[in-house]
């Protein structure tokens, strides 16, 4: 019977083919009511056509008509009806996962009259908005200053991009927004810092988001609840579309440059203005460091010192042509040598240095009780040379320019009828703002999209992706990565800045394929079934720069080489590799007119091998020091879901329910308080006895409705829970330092927010849509880190007393805000949006910070002290003030100054955004009176950002042809980088009470600022 049950198992979980991301439906439909013009009867079976797509629907007895499954874009519409004039209207825009509402009245037939041909309005009032959101058209995405999508998204106030790189949306944490591409989500399996995930994320997890921009077709930003059939995410979801091709072979391609230069604020890193420079950049620096002073008793007569400068002077005989000791204190060659290798270390190859070459003997008169005696003193040449070898790396980044080309182009695929393809991609090659090993940051995106007609009733789409960035690991969003802003002020710690190799870069790849078979039962009904697969591997293995060795493979290696420790190079290694398998079958069913019946099944299997070290190692469990992590799982997530969707003239209502199951199928111990540990030099081994993880369910209410009065204004209201699976950082990570330092809680349970939203949506002149809403989240069961005092503790931890960190369910918070936004919705040449948030987000934690077995001989007498008071504070999520605006011009065909028989401005576009946000929240407490556990009770200060673009389009040799000049932070904004409140305390205090402009500080005590001043991009563009 077990041999039975386990046959099943494997079964089902070969018919799922689950795998890690679950698709989503990135279609729209179009509906409608046909009419007679004057007596405004319904026209029945009037035949209704999308144009192009070989779709359409027939009235019924009501002129109601619906068409399903209708990718987004613009499209025309041909309406026939037996006795009246063909009725064609243009420029219908469908919207992913929204109903397109028409009214189409007919003119009867006359003799001769032609096809009545109108232009559909975009409509300013969306009828069956039932919770926020915004679409973004392509159109949108060409007339934005912004490079790529994540920009796009930091202009709406509801989301935000945190200084790490991660992004958060109406306070939520860093990882609760589902992002998707054609349906597959952009996930991060691996969110921590290799070898030590206990202590915190690794930065710039978002990169995944930027999508090449020319193969996108429509963009969904959703910001409020969201329907059953998206789920793991708390917050939102963001859903790209991609380009499908057409019967026309077209395409495009653009070069974009920067120039090169100094891209971050402050003076250049090897500037002699520098302090350090000051300080140690010339030889009499080094003369009166104490390192190379003789001790006293190797020292001759008293030392000299000259401008308090010591040196060594010697007599010469005059019978024997030699120097001999006269007063000895300093060991000035071995000086003179350091001297040379710090200026070789911090001088870019291939730049000139003075470095000390040699030395003359200088006459010099010492008074002695027998007279005047004649000495002699060194005098050190100095000599402009050119640095030939820099062993730390050191180069001129300023050199280094930004260049990206795009492509994407697309068509029919033979003669088939139906089938099409689009091909789209990125290169990117962006120079780090200061010194880094790697030089340059690079992201790589390939994506195939094709659609197959197998026949009237079966269509297949499918996906092909490749998407690869090489970035720091604590680079953070703008690459802002040197390891200590200051160091040790001293000749022989130096700055450990200089020591490129420190911070590796690490390499991450994804491999993502997908195929949806949609099977059209009739044109009321379909069914699509998603197979994905998504393949992911990260990498941190930098080669050292002294030696060459290799340590060979092992068999916990599995394939992947690790390059030995080396002083001089990375003390990180990582190696990732996630299958990630997903099914999802959704059976759609427009049951009347007015309602829709959708429901499915996902699942999504993850198979895990994460393998990565800090500092010296044998391999991930047996090591000399440092941290390391190992281990291997295969978590399974489970879904189905309903959702009727009914639309009446008053009333719109997304109804839906949701389950949800997952389990991390991983061993964890049997005794909880005295875990395995295989390794060496722990002070317990533990107990191997294990037993398996446990499933976690889940049921999600959701409800959207929305009220339109009139044409002018609509109304809605949302409720919801939503549940997000936590993070594997927090669940099957284990960290060891010869011993457990943290070990994972494999049975955690869900994270849980409900979420409330009230929101209006109102016509103002008939040419304006203003949006307010207000809303309020509820967020239970999140993840918080405590103390697990377990006998296999890590050996830096007390030996009477070992703990290690783990994870538990007892963080809590809420966010609430009021969004109002204004927008020209009618077309013209002049368009512009307003948004901005006043919000505030609180959170906090319960129950013990630590905790001890019950039969712990350590276990305190009293726990009160270890129990955390529920308090409320503001997060670091937390934005209270955010603004954004967009305003775009366009001038038309021979549209603006006319000068010399030419309109130097026809087809000109010029777009300009401006942001605010609050600044990063963050902890000082200066005198001991105050609150003990006060967290987050100042900010760092606002954040502006101005963008300005202008573009020309033109035709040159039948192409069309854009230039187009980008500038990013036009006016020189500045974000400070937050100080660490663990290892920079002291240094955030000195900055509060000081000084808080760096330039002010002549240490430039601050590592740098977090944003990038002043670029400027330089675009050429042919689309044919």
């Given amino acids: 019977m077990k041999c039975l049950h386990q046959n099943i198992y494997k079964l089902l979980v ?17 509906s409608g009511r046909v009419y007679d013009e004057q007596t405004e009867m319904p026209l029945v079976g009037a035949n209704v056509l999308v144009v192009g797509q070989e779709i359409g629907a027939s009235t019924d007895e009501e002129g109601n008509f619906t068409i399903l499954r209708v990718y987004p874009g613009t499209y025309d519409l041909k309406v026939t009806y037996i006795g009246y004039a063909t009725a064609t209207i243009k420029e219908v825009r469908v919207y992913v996962d929204r109903t397109t509402f028409l009214n189409i009245p007919m003119k009867v037939e006359g003799v001769q009259m032609e096809e009545v041909v109108v232009t559909a309005e975009k409509p300013i009032i969306v009828r069956d908005k039932t919770f926020s959101s915004s679409s973004v058209d392509y159109e949108d995405i060409e007339k934005t200053p912004a490079e790529g999508i ?5 202009l709406n106030t509801s989301f935000q991009q945190n200084p790490d790189g991660t992004y958060s949306l109406r306070g939520s944490g860093s990882f609760d927004i589902n992002f998707m591409i054609d349906g597959v989500t952009q996930e991060n399996s691996n969110t921590g810092i290799p070898g030590t995930n206990y202590a915190g994320e690794r930065a710039n997890t978002s990169w995944k988001y930027d999508f090449n921009p020319l193969g996108i077709k429509q963009m969904e930003l959703i910001s409020g609840g969201f329907s059953a059939e998206y789920g793991n995410a708390q917050s939102g979801v963001v859903k790209i579309v991609t380009k499908e091709g057409s019967s026309k072979f077209q395409g495009e391609f653009r070069y974009e440059y920067r120039p090169p230069g100094k891209y971050h604020f402050g003076d250049y890193l090897y500037s002699k203005n520098h302090f350090e420079w000051q300080k140690w950049g010339n030889l009499d620096a080094w003369f009166k460091a104490n390192y190379f002073q003789l001790p006293p008793n190797q020292q001759l007569g008293d030392p000299y010192l000259e401008n308090g400068v010591p040196y060594n002077l010697y007599t010469y005989d005059e019978i024997t042509g030699t120097y001999e000791p006269y007063r000895v204190s300093l060991n000035d060659s071995l000086a003179a040598d350091y001297y040379n290798r710090w200026l070789s270390n911090r001088t870019p190859e291939g730049k000139s240095m003075e470095v000390a070459d040699g030395f003359t003997w200088v006459q010099i008169y010492d008074t002695t009780e027998t007279g005047i005696l004649p000495v002699y003193k060194k005098v050190w040449q100095l000599q402009d040379v050119v640095n030939k070898e820099n062993k730390l790396g050191v180069y001129d980044y300023r050199e280094l320019a930004y260049q990206r080309v795009l492509f994407g182009f697309g068509g029919p695929i033979g003669n088939l009828p139906g089938w099409t393809f689009f091909f789209s991609g990125e290169k990117r090659q962006k120079p780090t703002r200061l010194p880094t ?34 970035n720091g690991i604590f680079s953070g969003s703008d690459d802002v990565r040197w390891a200590s802003p200051v160091g040790s002020i001293s000749f022989h710690c130096g700055q450990t800045k200089y020591l490129l190799v420190t911070v590796p870069p690490k390499d991450e790849f994804a491999w993502i394929q997908s195929f949806n078979f949609t099977y059209l039962f009739s044109p009321e009904a379909f069914f699509d079934l998603t197979f994905s697969h ?33 002083p001089s190079a990375t003390s990180y290694n990582q190696d990732v590799r996630t299958h990630i398998w997903a099914v999802r079958g959704d059976y759609t069913n427009q049951i009347s007119h007015n309602q829709q019946l959708k429901t499915g099944f996902q699942a999504t299997l993850r198979n895990m091998h994460y393998s990565s070290v800090s500092s010296a190692y044998t391999n991930a469990l047996v090591y000399r020091t440092g941290f390391a992590e190992y281990y291997k799982a295969k978590p399974l997530t489970l879904a189905a879901y309903i959702q009727d969707r009914m639309e009446f003239e008053g009333m719109i209502a997304n109804l839906g329910l949701r389950a949800d199951a997952f389990n991390n199928f991983i061993d964890v111990p049997a005794d909880e308080w005295n875990p395995f540990y295989m390794g060496i030099g722990a002070n317990a081994i533990g107990n191997p006895e294990t037993k398996k993880s446990t499933f976690h369910f889940a049921l999600s209410p959701r409800i959207g409705l929305s009220f339109p009065i009139g044409e002018a204004t609509a109304f809605r209201l949302q409720y919801g829970h939503f549940y997000a699976v936590p993070n594997f950082r927090h669940t099957l990570s284990k960290s060891t330092s010869q011993g457990w330092i943290m070990y994972g ?55 009477t007393d070992p703990y290690a960190a783990t994870y538990v369910n007892t963080g809590y918070g809420t966010s609430k805000g009021v969004e109002i936004e204004v927008e020209k919705y009618t077309t013209g040449r002049l368009k512009y949006r307003f948004k901005y948030t006043l919000s505030r987000t609180s959170g906090g934690v319960y129950g013990p910070s630590e905790i001890w077995a019950d039969n712990d001989p ?33 001038f038309g065909y021979k549209e603006g100054l006319y000068m010399w028989g030419y309109y130097p401005l026809q087809y000109v576009t010029i777009a300009l955004t401006y942001t605010f946000r609050s600044g990063v929240p963050y902890t000082l407490v200066e005198t001991y009176e105050e609150t003990f556990n006060l967290i987050n009770n100042r900010r ?46 002291d240094d955030l205090l000195r ?7 760096p330039e002010d500080d002549p240490y430039e005590y601050f590592r740098v600022y977090r944003n990038i001043p002043r670029q400027i991009f330089f675009t050429f563009g042919v689309a044919f």
Wanted: proline fraction near 3%.
């Fill in 745 to 799: 809680n494999a049975d955690l349970g869900f994270l849980k927010t409900i979420s409330y939203e009230f929101g209006v949506q109102h016509s103002l002149w008939g040419t304006h849509k203003v949006d307010v809403v207000a809303y309020f989240k509820d967020m239970t069961s999140q993840t918080t880190n405590i103390r697990r005092h377990i006998s296999t503790g890590s050996v830096q931890r007390s030996a």
């Fill in 437 to 470: 090993n790697e030089r340059y940051t690079d992201y790589d995106n390939v994506n195939l999209t094709t659609v197959s007609k197998l026949g009237k009733k079966l269509t297949l789409r499918s996906m092909f992706q490749y998407q690869h960035s090489r």
């Fill in 150 to 154: 994540r920009d796009i998204m930091d």
């Fill in 940 to 985: 760092y200060p606002m954040e502006y950002e101005t963008n300005l673009s202008l573009s020309k389009t033109l035709r040159l040799f039948g192409y069309r042809t854009t230039f187009s000049c980008r500038i990013e932070n036009l006016f020189n904004n500045k974000w400070l980088t937050p100080f660490d409140p663990y290892s920079e305390a």
């Fill in 991 to 997: 900055w509060v009470n000081t000084s808080k402009i």
């Fill in 534 to 566: 998504t393949y992911e591997r990260y990498e941190v293995n930098t080669t050292p720069l002294s030696t060459k060795w290799q340590v060979p493979q092992g068999n916990w290696d599995e394939g992947y080489t690790r390059l030995v420790w080396d």
């Fill in 14 to 30: 070969g018919i799922l083919i689950t795998a890690g991301l679950l698709q989503a439906q990135t279609i729209g439909k179009i």
């Fill in 858 to 890: 350590n276990r305190p007498y009293s726990m009160r002290k270890y129990i955390q008071r529920a308090n409320d504070n503001i997060t670091a999520f937390d934005k209270t003030h955010a603004l954004s605006t967009v305003f775009s011009y366009s």
